[in-house]
């Protein structure tokens, strides 16, 4: 039931460190609302899961950091082992003196097979540390330069060594007006590449992370930390130890294996969304009281109208009505208002979990033809409250919830392509055009499948 | 059994005494009454029910009949009568008694319970490197499923199969771990280490007494077993005398008998002849040891044998499904050519 963190890159090894710190603070938690039993299993599985016993007692993270520079690694590190309640093992790091320019394709033919014996002989070493291993998590930004080629060179590395083990990509999508000029290049490689290897990919939008930040945090200046410590939550409001049956008497030792299995059996399908209500400073979490009925009504609001936060959701849009046939969506450019969705997976903590109704998320209306609700639909469950909200619901929706931002950036890459430019960037380092529109067209037959759902 | 007294003047006790150890050699928790087995020649509905307890299926009355029946199937009984009876138990218990014993005949049920039921104490690894060639028939009549559906059902066949992957390697971990810290510990030098049960006993003292109670469960089973091997023919004896009432003509089913033998035959020696090269595969249960490299090779099976025979079974397979892809890939190749404005996208090379 162990769960092995590859952080990749600036972007993975900060992320990385804010979901173990959550982790590990929701671990200590003395606000779980649960019989002090219960408490005591799910830190028991809890630390099986993330941390692994060293002789000072401290808590050793399962992970291994990977980064072009020695720069943020060594602040990761350090930051965690001045916690004084978890550290990473100071063995467990990848990083090169100097850095190696800011290239996708760099990062992609040179270096990762230069280092690639070096760094999974770090990764068997933390999988050997697991009695059982459930699979691997890596964390990584997808429109970066080096980060992101090596990030999608060392997931085929996994795949390779680890053929099943369960391998789940956490994907950083890039601001819409971000500042990288290739950045929609990057993407199409990265997204592409991953698809070939690993098993899910679980995206985060910058763009809407920042939105939950100002509006639903009321943060003034929002950092990356901000932004990051959002991400975190939201990750380890899904990953934390759960009830994964109905009946189950004990927590779940497959988590990836549980997620897999009711998310993304299908090959084609593997783009995963995640939603997480309700979301708010801490200031104003003492002051509020959710009832389950509300949160699940907005969580499955924000399915349907595919709304990235409980603010600003639109009410008016609603599922087909039966022996309506749905309107043919003829292309994903224009605006989608009905979010069909494949798979959804709701994972509910805190108080009362037992008595909440999930009727709505029932409806075949939400799914696409081929897949009954019965299959389609998974609870995870537990009394413990995570992070001192009394109630969270989150919901990772195997869904078209990404049909619309992929269709947009594979666009803008296509525009760019068609015209040649920075190409070169990419074949002085071995990646060809050729090697472009293997990429192109592995993402449109992946729109072209989300789309016709 | 009023009928099959005056048959049997000297042998009065013997029937029953034959079905006791019979009974008496099947597991405790499957095992039903003697008295069953009279009730069921005479269609008593309460034998049905008793019957059916040496069965081990599922939840569920008419699962357990369905699951009954398949099970019958699939070892290759054919009386159409059996396959007739109602789901709800309410008849039939006649032929439940006569695929009972056509069972018990045909793949050696009882022996094949003692083997399954046998107390371990060591650690148990099941070793096969006999390949099985599974021929499956292409259903006789149109599915009507969304293949993206059979696709998705397929995906979570394959994920199980990798978690049931993740649970072995576990398993294999967490007994290494016992059999090192244990090794030096063990009487028999041979074996050098504990097992898990071993190590149990040693841990809580107190489970002996649950390992003595199934050590003798074992051997009353035994021993009922070879008692029941005297008393068998007493039993078929029986079987075949209440047959006898509702057999056709007698010729006629030694003439049925000898073309089912011949066809029999045929089978068997095309099945010999196709598994003639795979005589020599390992199968069957052994206990796991763990030895040194150093250690002395003993006349059982070594992990790393098997291990390179398994590989070599993989890379034919592996060939085989290289082959079978190019097949594919070509009767696609020649479709998409008979098609107008298609062209054929094959998934990313790596």
Redesign the interface.
Known sequence: MSIVTVQLGQCGNQIGYEVFNAICSDFHSTHGLCSKKENESYQEACKERFFSEEKTGVPVARAVLVDMEPKVISQTLSMAARSGHWKYDHQSHFCQKQGSGNNWANGYSVHGPRYREVIMNLVQKEAEKCDRLSGFFTVMSMAGGTGSGMGAFVTQCLRDAFPTSFILNQVIWPYGTGEVIVQNYNSVLTLSHLYQSSDALLVHENDAIHKICAQLMNIKKISFRDVNQVIAHQLGSVFQPTYSSEGASQYSKSPLGDLMESLVPHPEFKMLGLRNIPQMSENSLAYSTFTWPGLIKHLRQMLIANAKMEEGIDWQVRPPLPGHPVPPKASPNKALHFNTSIANLVVLRGKDVQSVDLGGFRDPALYTSWLNPQEAFNIWKTPRAFNKYEKSASLVSNSQFLLKLMDNIVGKAWNMFASKAYVHQYTKFGIEEEDFLDCFTTLEQVISSYASL | FGSTRGMWPGRAGALPAAIGALCRALPPGSRPAPETFRLAKFNRPEAVRAGEAGTDPPDGYCTQIRFVKSVLRYHGYGRPEFYQLPSDGSQGSRELLLAFSWLLNRINLLEQLLTANRVKIGDEASVCTVSRFFCLSSPSHQLDV?V??L??????L???W??L??DR??QC??LHKIHSYTSGCHMDQTIGHFSVTETDLIRQPDSYKQLLQLLESETSRLEAFLEWKQLEPVYWHWMVKSRERTLPDEREFCAAVRTITEAVKLKLSDLKYHCAHKKNGMHGSYRLVFKDKRSEPITNVNATEVISKLQMEEATLKRELKRLQEECRHKLDEIAEGLVGVIC?P????
């Open positions: 969304d993206r559906y696709q998705w059902l397929n995906g979570r394959r994920f199980k990798r978690s992957h993740v390697q576990e971990k967490l996208i998934p990313i090379k790596r």
